[in-house]
């Protein structure tokens, strides 16, 4: 898949994303998500973290974390969910359309088709099958994930 493909592709998912969490109330923004102890909001904060991050953003940050990566994680989404929900789906809207973070893992909004941060009994509008492509690729990975506790680490979660 040539780049422009692939953009073109990630920038679609953003959008239906952003659609699809558009109508949420308050209490579905904190509805949890299929990410264990991450609200439908946490997740859209790291997916609009992910967004923003650049290779020398991505290295200072771990290193300000004190190379723990799920630390950094942690406070990259905290930043990006303060204020209201409207807030936070602002903030992701204006990253729509950008290329900053390199296509691939980090390019969640393709990546993470089949564990969109929806409400029990919502319905996405994705523009791709969940069982295809990255989306498939990412699912098992993207199916174990585990939030950061207060401490900032990662609760080992077990299939």
Partial sequence: MASSD??????????ALAADVDPLTDAQWATPSLCPGWSVRDVLGHMTATTEMTAPKFFAALIG????????IARAM???VEGTPAD??????AQVDSTTSPPGPAGHSASRTRTRPMPS???????????????????????RCAPPTS?????????
């Fill in 78 to 80: 905290r930043k990006q």
């Fill in 6 to 15: 692939i953009w073109s592709t990630i920038h679609a998912e953003r959008a």
């Fill in 151 to 159: 401490t900032g680490r990662r609760e080992a979660v077990r299939r």
């Fill in 88 to 93: 936070t789906l602002a903030r992701f809207k």
């Fill in 121 to 143: 009994g919502a319905s996405p509008t994705s523009t791709r099958s969940p069982t295809s492509g990255s989306a498939a690729r990412s699912a098992p990975r993207a199916s």
């Fill in 65 to 72: 974390s004190g190379f723990r990566f799920d630390t950094m």
